[in-house]
Nanobody, 131 residues
Framework: QVQLVESEGGLVQTGGSLRLSCVASELTFSRHTISNYAVGWFRQAPGKEREFVGGISKFGGTLYNRDSVKDRFTISRDIAKNTVFLDMNNLTPEDTGVYYC???????????????????WGQGTQVTVSS
């Protein structure tokens, strides 16, 4: 069992930046690290469906929802700390929502943007961007 804990989001002004982290616990007593999982970031705005933001594969490759985040967001990880980061820059009110990290533990192909395919989810954290 893997537990994902996200850092607290916050309120930022348009054009501001924010870093979210996602720490995977319950790995200490296993042989796994965060590199055994593909991790995706999703967000959900009020009244809207959950949206894929981006993700990082087991091998460290990243991909993003370019339509939504363009080149403003960056995903990285610290394997030693079992942590994945989402760095968000040049935020706009359209980025407001609850942000979730999710981990895929399967051995098959990782369908990054398919939220239903993930095995573990964080609790979500609110990010609000004021205009």
């Amino acid at each position: 069992q893997v537990q994902l804990v996200e850092s607290e989001g916050g309120l930022v002004q348009t054009g501001g930046s924010l870093r979210l982290s996602c720490v995977a616990s319950e790995l200490t007593f296993s042989r796994h690290t965060i590199s055994n999982y593909a991790v995706g970031w999703f967000r959900q705005a009020p009244g809207k469906e959950r949206e894929f933001v981006g993700g990082i594969s087991k091998f460290g490759g990243t991909l993003y929802n370019r339509d939504s985040v363009k080149d403003r967001f960056t995903i990285s990880r610290d394997i030693a700390k079992n942590t994945v980061f989402l760095d968000m820059n040049n935020l706009t009110p359209e980025d407001t929502g609850v942000y979730y990290c999710a981990a895929y533990a399967g051995r098959g192909a990782w369908d990054a943007s398919n939220w239903a395919g993930y095995d573990y989810w964080g609790q979500g954290t609110q990010v609000t961007v004021s205009s």
